[in-house]
């Protein structure tokens, strides 16, 4: 699966960003789709995640500010992030996976929140 993101940017605490995925190669609607984020000297960690039914996933640190959605038509998701904090900050990536056959990675997008 291709996957390329944008959206990123930089902004002050208290604004949003939408953060979008463009996804080719394969059936996407059959994709658990999700996002992922590196800060500087930390490991990935997961974001948000969307699967291809039942309901999302959102790391307790971003829950009540992001909203992950996807596009099945446009093979997209998207990433709302509002109230974004300076720990925020970090490399977001987009993934695709299914099952044990595929767990593919976007190139990052970079989003810096600054206080």
């Known amino acids: 699966v291709q996957l390329r993101e944008s959206g990123g940017g930089s902004v002050q605490a208290g604004d949003s960003l939408r953060l979008s995925c463009a996804a080719s190669?394969?059936?996407?609607?059959?994709?658990?789709m999700g996002w992922y984020r590196q800060a500087p000297g930390k490991e990935r960690e997961m974001v948000a995640i969307?699967?291809?039914?039942?309901?999302?996933v959102y790391a307790n640190s971003v829950k009540g500010r992001f909203t992950i959605s996807r596009d099945n038509t446009r093979n997209t998701i998207s990433l709302q992030m509002d109230r974004l904090k300076p720990e925020d900050t970090g490399v977001y990536y987009c993934?695709?996976?299914?099952?044990?056959?595929?767990?593919?990675w976007g190139q990052g997008t970079q989003v810096t929140v600054s206080s």
């Open positions: 190669g394969v059936v996407f609607s059959i994709l658990a």
């Open positions: 969307v699967p291809s039914g039942g309901n999302t």
């Open positions: 993934n695709a996976r299914l099952g044990g056959e595929i767990d593919d």
